[in-house]
Nanobody, 125 residues
Framework: QVRLVESGGGLVQAGDSLRLSCVAS????????MAWFRQAPGKEREFVAA????????DYAGSVHDRFTISKNNGKNTVTLQMNMLKNEDKGAYYC??????????????????WGKGTQVTVSS
């Protein structure tokens, strides 16, 4: 059984940093694309960042690319999202996702095989 468990969310002020982690079980991250998505209340789930199995391909949404960093530790089966200079518009539930190495559209939601239950990020201004 595959499980993705996110942690690290919380309430912070604008300009602060947070570090989200996603621990996987039942799969080996060395063979999977991994991504973070987020969803604000009343909005659709949106792409934040993705990383390929070999770490060669890394992609960010334009709104976060100079503030967020995605990384993966295959030995610990963990993917991390370092979020700096948080803004109010970064708030929402953050979800970890795992996809096969044949994923065609990492920025869409439909190709991802497994999802975590999310961790909440709240940013006060």
């Amino acid at each position: 059984q595959v499980r993705l468990v996110e942690s690290g969310g919380g309430l912070v002020q604008a300009g602060d940093s947070l570090r989200l982690s996603c621990v996987a079980s039942g799969i080996s991250l060395g063979g999977y694309y991994m991504a973070w998505f987020r969803q604000a209340p009343g909005k659709e789930r949106e792409f934040v960042a993705a990383i390929s199995p070999s770490d060669v391909y890394i992609d960010y949404a334009g709104s976060v690319h100079d503030r967020f960093t995605i990384s993966k530790n295959n030995g610990k089966n963990t993917v991390t999202l370092q979020m700096n200079m948080l803004k109010n518009e970064d708030k929402g539930a953050y979800y970890c996702a795992a996809g096969s190495n044949r994923i065609s559209n990492p920025r869409g939601t439909s190709d991802w095989l497994y999802w975590g239950k999310g961790t909440q990020v709240t940013v006060s201004s």
